[in-house]
């Protein structure tokens, strides 16, 4: 018997062999014109949606970068609501939703559920459980592909339609406590970002824990609270899974920390007295990077002894480091972004960031705004993490589910 793990107690029939073709009208997308960008086919009214947009997308297509007008239209394949598109280049076998109709290029293909015989929401949910089937099957010139001979006969198990429907349904509750979930973490990062804004500006200000007003921010300099330390080389090969000795190198500052370095993702086990440690509060502050706006970061480390990598410039002050961390992200980004230097790779030094302007509260108000900000990161956190779990029962409840 052909039949899933996980099933509705209604439904006893086996799930029968097929293939996609037989489910779906599946047809490529187009676009002709040749420059690609040529802006006489652009700025219309019709989306245009390519890889990235699917890509980016999650059940439903969120978004589309570019649109054609009239002209456009005419070199390109328009396909109606309630298709599923799904990426045969690049980014082999992602897949998103049509709520309206949209215009595609080649790069990517156009699936229409036969009504009959298939539920688009169903259809959508099988085939991303093909993804690794697709993609071991693409092609690789200049890029990975797979073409329409390798989708339409894609060997697939299918139930009735009343159970296609009826799981359909149950995922799409799934889904949309998702989605409910990923609007919370991009609301609570909007106000992070409104509230750094006002409270670096001094739009709004704390008070004292007397009820007091606090006192006026003071300008002065980086190199005038704290000095700056250089980090020493850890390399890759360095990192061990169960080293003695937590340690950051630069690139991470990119990869996995905030703000706040409350928990060291990596670890060595090099001799200590060959490394340079942290005190905790100090600040990190990249000193290569790809852009001059990202190389503006800065990561408060919580911990002593954390072993800092080369690449790293680290301030240590007796101010709040946190505080300091989030100013640098925020109101100060572009005046340090201006002093990176380089083409290929910017760096920048310790001699630069010294005389980086700044206006400074006590450390009672530092503190306060450090405490404020950290808790909003916590809970963006929380989300975050409750996103991933939401994610992993739903592709759990996918391999029981489907055959």
Known sequence: MVAPLLRFTEFTDDWEETTLENLAEVERGKFSVRPRNDPRYFDGEMPFVQTGDVAGSDMYLKGYSQTLNADGIKVSKVFPADTILITIAANIGDTTITRYAVACPDSVVAIQSKKDKANTIFLKNLIDLQKEVLDSQATQNAQKNINLQVLKPLELFAPSIEEQTKIASFLSNVDEKISQLTQKHQLLSQYKQGMMQKLFSQQIRFKADDGSEFGEWEETVLEKIGAFLKGKGISKADIVEDGFTPCIRYGELYTHYGEVISKVISATNLEIENLILSKANDVL?????????????????????????????????????????????????????????????????????????????????QTKIANFLSAIDQKIEVVAQQIEQAKTWKKGLLQQMFV
């Open 285 to 365: 502050i990249p000193a290569s990077g790809e852009t001059q706006i990202d190389i503006a970061t800065a990561s408060c480390v919580l911990h002593d002894d954390v072993a800092l990598s080369g690449d790293l410039n680290i301030f240590r002050t007796k101010e709040n480091g946190v505080f300091l961390s989030y100013l640098i992200r925020s109101h100060l980004k572009m005046q340090i972004a201006q002093l990176a230097q380089g083409n290929s790779v910017v760096h920048l030094y310790s001699s630069q960031l010294k005389g980086v302007r700044l206006n400074l509260p006590c450390l009672e108000e």
